[in-house]
């Protein structure tokens, strides 16, 4: 049996604005997010006006991953002799070709062809599936979520909750349709109701369990001194990967790692709250190494970089490297909202996936990810809520200048540059300004047109190169007479012109 792979990959899917106005027009996937992001966000806010000094937890946990990311090269070496001595065996994947290459080699060691995975976005961010499949070895997700994306031969959506985007009638169609081919069937008589789904996964779930000899993983966060990986969720599959194969293998990315035992309390008060709108993770699982007779008795740990210190190379915007995966900036995220989370072109979507692409992979590549920057209104409400303090909006904006500056130079320049140029001339000089005023005002007096509703005059339509502005925003009409016009007429500068 192999597993459903599916349209797994992102690679080829068109620009954000392309795939966002294309997004728009589906009435039912913005119900399904408005309704879900907006259930989360209300759990999270009441979980988070619980605590006394939530600002204080979270600039604490800010300091201890910038403190920590400053000398990752040192922890790093740490965390490797640590997880050694316990009886890991450590990889560096420079890429997303070796992290893959380490698991399907492992796997390929002990003749095995299907393995069982907990929740991982590092294993999506390399697309282990895909590359395992490519192999013969198949990978079965067991996060509820994850499996009804794999079953439905889709794509994650969401962080934290990847098929968001399905509605529970969605879902049991899927599992009616998809189970027997890859595993135990679907009971008859299959309903929508959510207890009822969750039951016909355990039972599928748990032959697929009870039946694979290697897990794959990520963690959470990796403890330097103690060499502890720790998996936090909510569902209890994660601890059935984690205790009952021979083999495990956890693909953890390099910027997991915090230096102490101690520095995981504050992440795990802040990531709970954050992310399910939960006090703490229904489990929380730590293991260092190997303990004989307890759990996988073969455990490798795969130090995964993918462009990490690419992103760290950045002063600035290596503060993105603080992120816990929470997913609170994308519900409340109102571009995320309604376009979902398939437009970013990425398993990392909403404004953490508009920050973390452009800054793994490098900017001036490719169309799609110089997009991401400019995927957002800058509202700042995915920088209010960031659990470890991230500047989104700082960062966004300052992409956005890297993406300027990676095309300067590209043939012909964009209309917003020419733009940008007419406006600086235009302004440099008192009397082109007045010349540009006088110019707009006799135009005013020729407009008649206004939206019916709004209360000053607005242009809803020019012809081009305007028309990149009034498709999606009004132009209130300019005033017959400038300010400055009006200043003289009106004697206010003492008769000085
Ligand atoms: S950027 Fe902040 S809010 Fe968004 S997922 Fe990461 S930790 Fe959570």
Redesign the pocket.
């Known amino acids: 049996m192999s597993a459903v792979t599916g349209p797994t990959t992102f690679l080829g899917m068109p620009p954000f604005p392309t795939a966002a106005r294309a997004a728009l027009g589906d009435a039912q996937l913005r119900r399904n997010l408005a309704h879900a992001t907006g259930t989360i966000r209300a759990k999270r806010a009441a979980v988070i006006d619980e605590l006394e000094d939530w600002e204080g937890l979270r600039q604490r946990a800010a300091r201890t991953k910038d403190e920590t990311l400053a000398h990752l090269d040192e922890h790093l070496l740490t965390l490797e002799a640590s997880l050694t001595a316990r009886g890991a065996t450590v990889h560096w994947a420079r890429d997303a070709a070796d992290a893959c290459r380490v698991v399907a080699d492992v796997a390929r060691a002990h003749g095995i062809r299907d393995v069982v995975k907990v929740k991982s976005m590092a294993t999506q961010e390399i697309q282990l599936n895909e590359t395992l499949a490519e192999q013969g070895i198949s990978a079965w997700e067991t996060d509820l979520a994850e499996l009804i994306v794999q079953l439905g031969d889709d794509l994650p959506s969401h962080?934290l909750v990847p098929a968001i985007h399905r509605n529970r009638t969605e879902i049991r169609d899927i599992f009616r349709d998809r189970m027997g081919a890859v595993g135990r069937a679907a009971p008859d008589g299959l309903t929508d109701d959510p207890a009822v789904l969750a039951g016909a996964a355990r039972l599928h779930l748990r032959e697929k369990f009870l039946s694979t000899r290697m897990a794959v993983s990520g963690a959470n966060f990796a403890v330097a001194d103690t060499g502890t990986l720790v998996v936090v969720e909510s569902e209890g599959n994660g601890r059935m990967c984690l205790t009952l194969p021979e083999v495990l293998v956890s693909v953890v990315g390099i910027e997991k790692v915090v230096p102490t035992w101690s520095d995981l309390e504050s992440f795990l008060t802040l990531l709970p709250r954050?992310?399910t709108g939960e006090r703490m993770n229904p489990y929380t699982s730590t293991w260092s190494g190997v303990a004989p007779g307890d759990g996988p008795q073969e455990v490798h740990v795969v130090l995964l970089d993918n462009g990490r210190t690419k992103a760290l190379a950045d002063d600035f915007a290596r503060q993105?490297l603080?992120?816990?995966?929470?997913?609170?900036?994308?519900n409340v995220c109102p571009v995320y909202e309604r376009v979902g989370g398939h437009t970013y072109g990425s398993v990392y979507p909403?404004?953490?996936g508009a920050?973390?692409n452009p800054l793994l992979k490098g900017v001036g590549q490719d169309p799609a990810t110089d997009a991401l920057p400019y995927a957002s209104t800058l509202c700042g409400a995915?920088g209010d809520?960031?659990?470890?303090a991230?500047d989104?909006p700082g960062i966004l904006v300052h992409l956005r200048g890297k993406v300027v500056d990676a095309h300067r130079g590209d043939g012909l320049p964009k209309a917003e540059a020419v733009a940008m140029k007419a406006a600086a001339w235009g302004l440099g000089s008192a009397a082109r300004l007045g010349l540009g005023e006088r110019l707009l005002g006799a135009a005013a007096g020729l407009w008649r047109g206004s939206r019916a509703g709004t209360t000053r005059p607005v242009i809803t339509r020019l012809p081009w190169p305007g028309s990149h502005w009034t498709r999606a925003r009004d132009l209130p009409v300019p005033p017959r007479e400038s300010f400055r016009a009006w200043w003289r007429r009106t004697g206010r500068d003492g008769g000085a012109s």
Not at 385 to 388: A, S, Y
């Open positions: 962080i954050s992310s993105a603080r992120c816990i995966r929470c997913s609170a900036c994308l909403g404004p953490i920050i973390l995915c809520v960031c659990p470890v991230i989104i």
